[in-house]
């Protein structure tokens, strides 16, 4: 027999009790199931035996296991599985989906499992597949209320959160990733939610996933299996399913910082055997720890999410189901843009020479302007959070986001197959109001995105019954991707006096209509700003083929292969305009790349140009009676000529000064689209050595499509990115099955790698057209990056009512041919060059060490209760937070444990729980550049009640 074959059909302890073929729930759950029987003697089912009782039917379960003498028979029960989750039914190891979510469902068991997983679309022994996989549970995160997508990513080595806003926010494994986002670009990491793809990381920044059955990381280039491919690996995360057996709970928590977070699920037949339907509802409500000392109200970062899912199981025949689900987050608002504390800009850059600080906030604060304002200093105010870890600003707000989503799922057991057809919708809304940090009114919006994203997916998958010499899926899957975002930026009042260098502030801040000038040079005025373009109208199509076959060539020996095709058609159309002319349309230039606006022609000092239109003239002179009061009389062009040089000096800086703030402008501009193949495969070979130990080496090649984009209006093409990843793994059961140890060498090479590099800037060279080529910074290729290094997973329980989950990797993640990064800040010095050559440095963003330690304690007290602990450690060493590798960006290593403590009744009817997180109030800043820092997220403590109806 086939090693492959023998999936192990382990029945839940609830439905071993009591005789019940088992409901159908998740592989994920599974996972878990196969954990707590092989490697936990303290945990309980759900009416409460006692330990002994238990250990004992754990033990026995343990020999049965370990001796592998679960027969494949039809009449042994089935591993337990969610009903019709995705690519599951027609397994021969499930009953049908119309049987399974008519069957009670066991209690979900709380550890890593070792026994079956999803990661490869099928049931499968987590020790028997060849990838480097890790699982999470639903009640581990729930019990330490681990419900965003940072917190899960705490839980899991060599897997990282990157600390941005909600659209700037990613996901990276093995220390890659950690630059790719951008509109138009697609993610690194793949994240799927029940069966759907979340083509957009945004998607999942500003979501709580509640009612979570469990999570599962693989690393590595996917997509043979099914969904969109992804480059380094997915997420998969998979929530609680309808069953026709009623059941109800709640949580409800409080805390500091006037947090309040209730989550509530709850589901059961609709029509017995026909419609079942589960929904859940949450609701997190919370300020932050930093205060806006302008407006207490707002707070960093505070939490405001509303959101809500309901779900619908038809089972009409025994060889047909469809579950349908439903999600929305209303629009809410989180500020996390602005959780930034300003230092002192270093007045030495790294060769040593004198920094001017000409642009520093100490030098602009520092104008008669802004010292008006005794009661607010630079270095009172400004630097270090003014003592008290406080921001001060007028006119940040918190960044809206919201979405909604829809899906069908249906399954049709056709015998010797499975049909899987996933329909699926999602939308997603951003919209940035940002402040440069002053209480002054410099900016009404700094720079901020409005975003509107949808997707809509289709996916077809056809999987074979197991247990033959080859064991197959191959399918289908459609994208289609629209995405509009507009960044906005609009100057106010302060503006000219912050921004004006210091020749156009000494000579505007002369007399009142040079202060006139000052303040209306860019007072009102609105852009869709250049960052990378103004306006993107963005619209992608994917369309894929895969197949995947495991070949059981011996009981022992089993080859996986599997191929992908997929076809990309990616457009982008990019403009860069005014909205608004603001107070003072009579400064605008004429025209800035052929976008006429309106002004009149005048050089350096004022002088009017020839050339000028009678309409220019009377502009000219419109401009001389508003600011200095000249009488229009006479020619057109008279009123203004008649100024003196002084003047006319004075409005030259004023439209200098309005000039250089609007940049680069550009008509809609059609990028350069992105068309063609992008294979995708898979070869893994795997041996299981003997009944406790499996090796396997697996190549995993996967590409990411390119992206049409614009940069300051010229369209610049992005190649695609290609990743080649080897692996060699051991999974393994020790010390009479107490240990599960799973460790995996990895090599994960990257052509073509997409993140910001410095590009030449066809724009501003041919503008100032003097033989010298200028550069910018744009999304573009790293021609080689490696990753490689050691990960290991396991579970131990040999400790007496303890089980401890451990997960560890060393990651040696760097580039290895990089000549054109951007100049980190400390190399602005004159003379430095537009870029550098970082060949052979580590990435940002990646630690090379990083472990992950959870300890579960339970044990039975006070008769029908139960007391139990949990806590969660997650250490990080030393990495660069900087994109360009500044030295001054170095974030040191840390670690950040929570805490659970608590009691409740053994039947889970209710239980009263402390949560701490970050215990030991770790103060490790987020992220550092070379004058300013963000700080960690401080200790917080709350009370959680929740149970069982």
């Given at each position: ?110 550890t890593l499992g070792a026994v079956t997983i999803r990661s490869r679309n ?105 969904g969109k491919n992804t480059s380094v690996g997915v997420i998969n995360v ?572 060393y990651n040696d993640a760097r580039y290895k041919s990089f000549s054109n ?129």
């Amino acid at each position: 027999m086939s090693h492959h074959h023998q999936t192990v059909r382990t029945p839940s302890l609830f439905s071993l009790r009591r005789g019940l073929v088992p409901f159908r729930r998740s592989p994920i759950a599974s996972v878990l199931a196969g954990a707590a029987l092989l490697a936990s003697g303290s945990l309980h089912a759900a009416d409460g035996p006692s330990v002994a009782e238990l250990q004992a039917e754990i033990t026995r379960l343990k020999e049965i296991i370990a001796k592998q003498a679960i027969s494949n028979a039809p009449t042994t029960p089935a591993a337990p599985t969610t009903p019709v989750a995705a690519g599951q039914a027609g397994s021969s190891a499930n009953p049908t989906a119309a049987q399974a979510g008519k069957t009670a469902a066991p209690e979900e068991v709380d550890t890593l499992g070792a026994v079956t997983i999803r990661s490869r679309n099928r049931i499968e022994r987590l020790q028997d597949v060849p990838l480097s996989v890790s699982v999470v549970t639903g009640k581990e995160l729930d019990r330490l209320q681990a419900t965003d997508i940072g917190a899960i990513a705490q839980r899991v080595s060599n897997v990282s959160w990157n600390q941005g806003n909600q659209r700037t926010s990613s996901l990276s494994i093995r220390g890659i990733g950690k630059q790719g986002q951008t509109e138009a670009q697609d993610p690194s990491v793949g994240l799927i939610v029940d069966g759907v793809n979340y083509a957009y990381n945004a998607l999942s920044s500003s979501y709580d996933f509640t009612d979570v059955d469990a999570i599962e990381v693989t690393r590595g280039p996917q997509g043979t299996l099914l969904g969109k491919n992804t480059s380094v690996g997915v997420i998969n995360v998979t929530t609680r399913r309808p069953s026709f057996t009623p059941d109800a709970s709640y949580s409800l928590s409080f805390g500091q910082n006037d947090t309040v977070q209730g989550r509530f699920s709850a589901g059961g037949p609709i029509i017995d055997d026909l419609l079942a339907w589960r929904g859940t509802l949450s609701v997190s409500k919370g300020a932050g720890d930093i205060t806006n000392l302008y407006n207490k109200n707002i707070t960093y970062t505070n939490k405001d999410r509303v959101s809500g899912r309901v779900q619908f199981l038809l089972t009409p025949t025994k060889d047909f189901s469809a579950r349908f689900a439903f999600d929305a987050q209303p629009r809410g608002g989180e500020t996390t843009n602005g959780r930034t504390i300003n230092t002192a800009t270093p007045t030495t850059y790294a060769n040593g020479s004198a920094n001017t600080l000409s642009t520093d906030a100490s030098v602009r604060l520092g104008r008669r302007w802004f010292t008006q304002q005794s009661n607010y200093t630079y270095l009172r105010d400004y630097l270090n959070g003014g003592g008290q870890n406080a921001v001060n600003n007028d006119y940040q707000r918190p960044l809206v986001t919201g979405s909604n989503g829809a899906s069908a799922e249906l399954n049709w057991n056709l015998g010797t197959h499975t049909l899987t057809s996933i329909t699926a919708y999602k939308d997603y809304h951003f919209n940035a109001v940002n402040d440069e940090g002053t209480p002054f009114d410099i900016y009404r919006n700094s720079g901020g995105f409005w975003n509107d994203y949808r997707q809509s997916s289709q996916e077809l998958r056809l999987t074979s019954q197991p247990g033959g010499k080859v064991d197959y899926q191959t399918g289908l899957f459609f994208l289609d991707v629209t995405n509009s975002a507009d960044y906005r930026r609009q100057w106010a009042n302060d503006a000219g006096a912050w921004f004006a260098n210091a020749s156009q502030y000494s000579t505007l801040d002369k007399d009142g209509a040079g202060r006139y000038l000052l303040q209306n040079s860019l007072d009102g005025l609105n852009m869709s700003f250049n960052s990378p373009a103004g306006l993107q109208k963005i619209r992608n199509k994917s369309a894929a083929a895969f197949a995947q076959a495991d070949w059981h060539l011996s009981d022992d020996f089993t080859l996986t292969t599997g191929l992908r095709y997929t076809y990309e058609n990616r457009k982008n159309t990019a403009s860069t305009l005014l909205k608004e002319y603001g107070n003072a349309p009579e400064l605008n230039p004429v025209a800035i790349n052929g976008v006429q606006l309106g002004g009149f022609s005048s050089n350096g000092t004022g002088l009017l140009n020839a050339g000028n239109t009678d309409s220019q003239l009377a502009l000219a002179d419109l401009t001389a009676s508003k600011y200095f009061g000249t009488t229009i009389t006479g020619a057109a062009g008279s009123a203004y000529n008649i100024l003196t040089a002084a003047q006319k000096a004075q409005v030259a800086a004023a439209k200098a000064l309005r000039q250089s703030q609007i940049g680069v402008l550009f008509n809609p501009v059609q990028a350069e689209a992105f068309k063609g193949g992008l294979p995708a495969l898979v070869i893994s070979p795997s041996y299981k050595i003997n009944d406790n130990v499996t090796g396997y080496a697996s190549w995993q090649y996967g590409e990411k499509a390119g992206i049409s984009q614009v940069t300051n209006g010229v369209s610049n093409l992005v190649k695609a990115e290609k990743t080649s990843a080897f692996e060699f793994g051991l999974k393994s059961a020790l010390l009479d099955n107490k240990l599960i140890l799973n460790a995996a060498l990895f090599v994960m090479d990257i052509k073509d790698y997409q993140q910001a590099v410095r590009v030449l800037d066809v724009y501003t060279t041919g503008l100032n057209n003097d033989g010298t080529n200028y550069y910018t910074s744009a999304t573009g290729n790293v021609p080689k990056v490696r990753a490689q290094g050691l990960e290991i997973d396991g579970v131990y329980s040999g400790l007496p009512n303890t089980l401890v989950r451990f997960s560890g990797a060393y990651n040696d993640a760097r580039y290895k041919s990089f000549s054109n990064s951007a100049q980190p800040a400390e190399n602005g010095y004159t003379g430095a060059a537009p870029y550098r050559d970082v060949s052979g440095q580590a990435l940002p963003g990646a630690a090379k060490y990083s472990l992950n330690v959870g300890i579960d304690y339970r044990i039975p007290v006070l008769g029908n209760r139960e007391f139990h602990a949990s806590t969660n450690t997650l250490y990080s060493s030393k990495y660069n937070s900087d994109n360009a590798l500044s030295d001054y960006g170095w974030i040191p290593s840390k670690s950040i444990t929570d805490i659970a403590i608590g009691i409740g009744s053994r039947n889970q009817s209710y239980d009263l729980s402390l949560v701490v997180k970050n215990a030991f109030n770790d103060n490790t800043p987020l992220l550092k550049t070379w004058n300013s820092f963000t700080p960690a997220v401080p200790r917080w403590v709350g009370i959680t009640l929740s149970g069982k109806l």
